[in-house]
């Protein structure tokens, strides 16, 4: 272990060189959501194209972060670290200046690839950086809350950036990131080598990918208004044929990508689960708030980005002071009662999405706080509880939870709102209009454009009111599940607890 080596000056400066690159991955996670509506006029983009480039991104990294997490093992966390900069800084340069959908999301597939070498280098990094257990705490704590800021602060960056310039600035800005980062890293970011005799598994990677690309787009096919029920049905089969493969493979495997005996560890997995969940709640609110902002409000992107920054002040804050005191409380409590936190944010927002706005910035920041202190805790526990040999498939296993859980949220929570909506759109009986409009809020209203003004204007009217509609379920199912959640961790804790006592 290096950390030995390091003053406490330079230990501060590795974790601002990790977590200025962590914060360019996280933000290009939600950049787009206050970008898309003016992204998906100027491309052209149909609805499922709209969700393949919001999605692709979140769903080739969770796949592929369980492989490269182990190759950061094998090969030097920092090698990797400084391959995956320059991937993402090539792949920000081609998604600047897409010229159509399928190669912005080719270009996302690219940035996915680099971030997915990153990510799991991280929080190795921070694992072996810091051996005082109070200064790992509140490091991982730093970690956590820039991954909950990066992810709270893309919206507002995404609609200042396109209050000045074209939707292609929101990756373009990512370029003198990556040069400053790849300067520093590789100047003050200590060596340390990998072990060499341990084995990439290229194929399990792989199946996972395939597994989760197969069972997201059996979603995706089967919430469309002409979706193939056979094809969706063939895909979950091969999704789910592909997992149990992988799982065997893995059981197997001299050298896995899971050490699926980390799972027996109550905190480890509670940390796991925490993760996911926080994730699938934060980005399915931001999507749906940032569409509805735009799309119904009016609001322009960057308003709707300032709207929701309010959670990601909280969640920094909250981050950061259990960050400070994690080394002495219970995490796994810490981790349910700050879900709890959150769902009652949620729930309050609700019940007042269409009242005070002060009552929903508070309600924002409730939720801020409860998902920034839920995701440190977890961070903690899955990071803490594993041998430092192994930090790269623990953070490679967190990193997947969360990513898998941005990913689900957006197929899931997407699909649900594109179900409610095209369930709830209910049209004039004397207005023609084309069968797109039933897909999406925005083909609506690009189709009212070109439809004579009493006739377009309500066809935006019906869309609204059924985007809305879409708008408060998504939100009460995100409530429910926080909440659900919450006291499922806290059943299952007491329930350990118990056991050990006797």
């Not at 080598?193 to 089967?222: R, T």
């Not at 980005?283 to 990601?312: C, D, H, K, N, W």
């Amino acid at each position: 272990m290096f950390s030995s080596n390091l003053s406490k000056f330079q230990r501060w400066i590795v974790l601002a060189i990790v977590s200025s690159a962590l914060f360019m991955i996280v933000i290009d996670m939600t950049v787009l959501y206050s970008v898309l509506p003016r992204l998906t006029h100027d491309l052209a983009a149909s609805a499922s194209e709209k969700l393949w480039i919001v999605n692709i991104y979140p769903l080739v990294m969770s796949g592929l972060l369980l492989g490269l997490g182990t190759l950061g093992d094998r090969l030097g966390h920092k090698k990797l670290f400084v391959m995956g900069l320059t991937i993402f800084g090539l792949a920000s340069l081609i998604a600047a200046y897409a010229p159509t959908p399928l190669v912005l999301i080719a270009a996302r597939t690219l940035l996915a690839i680099g971030a997915a070498m990153m990510m799991p280098a991280t929080l190795s990094i921070i694992r072996t950086t810091f051996s005082d257990e109070r200064e790992r705490s509140l490091a991982v704590g730093i970690w956590a809350s820039v991954s909950s800021v990066g992810a709270g602060m893309g919206p507002l960056v995404g609609g200042f950036l396109l209050e000045h310039f074209w939707w292609g600035s929101v990756f373009l800005i990512n370029i003198p990131i990556v040069i400053l980062a790849l300067i520093l890293a590789i100047l003050l970011i200590p060596n340390l080598k990998g072990n060499k005799n341990k084995k990439w598994d290229f194929i399990g990677s792989v199946q996972i990918m395939i597994g989760l690309v197969a069972l997201v787009y059996a979603v995706k096919e089967i919430s469309r208004r002409e979706g193939s029920i056979s094809i969706a049905v063939l895909s979950a089969v091969i999704g789910v044929v592909a997992m149990i493969i992988f799982m065997r493979h893995q059981r197997k495997s001299q050298n896995p990508l899971i050490d699926f005996a980390l799972f027996r560890d109550s905190h480890f997995t509670t940390g796991v689960a925490t993760a996911l969940l926080s994730c699938f709640a934060l980005i399915g609110m931001e999507l749906i708030v940032t569409q509805r902002l735009q799309l119904v409000l009016g609001y322009t992107p960057l308003e709707a980005g300032l709207y929701v920054v309010f959670t990601s002040i909280a969640s920094f804050i909250s981050g950061i002071l259990i960050g400070l005191v994690l080394h002495r409380v219970d995490k796994v409590k810490v981790q349910w009662v700050c879900l709890l936190v959150s769902g009652i944010g949620m729930g309050t927002l609700l019940l007042f999405h269409d009242g005070n706005i002060l009552l929903q910035f508070a309600a924002l920041m409730i939720l801020g706080a409860g998902l920034g202190g839920a995701m440190t805790a977890a961070s903690n526990s899955i990071m803490l509880n594993v041998p430092v040999e192994k930090a790269g498939m623990a953070a490679s296993i967190e990193e997947v939870s969360f990513e898998l859980g941005s990913a689900l949220s957006i197929t899931l929570l997407g699909s649900l709102s594109s179900f409610i909506y095209t369930a709830s759109l209910v049209l004039p009986d004397e207005l023609t209009v084309p069968p797109i409009v039933r897909d999406s809020l925005d083909e609506a209203l690009l189709a009212a454009e070109n439809m004579p003004t009493a006739a377009g204007s309500a066809l935006v009217e019906a869309a609204q009111s059924a985007f809305d509609k879409s708008f408060i379920v998504v939100l009460a199912t995100a409530t429910i599940l926080l909440l659900a959640s919450a006291f499922i961790i806290r059943a299952v804790s007491k329930r350990k607890s118990s056991i050990l006592e006797h």
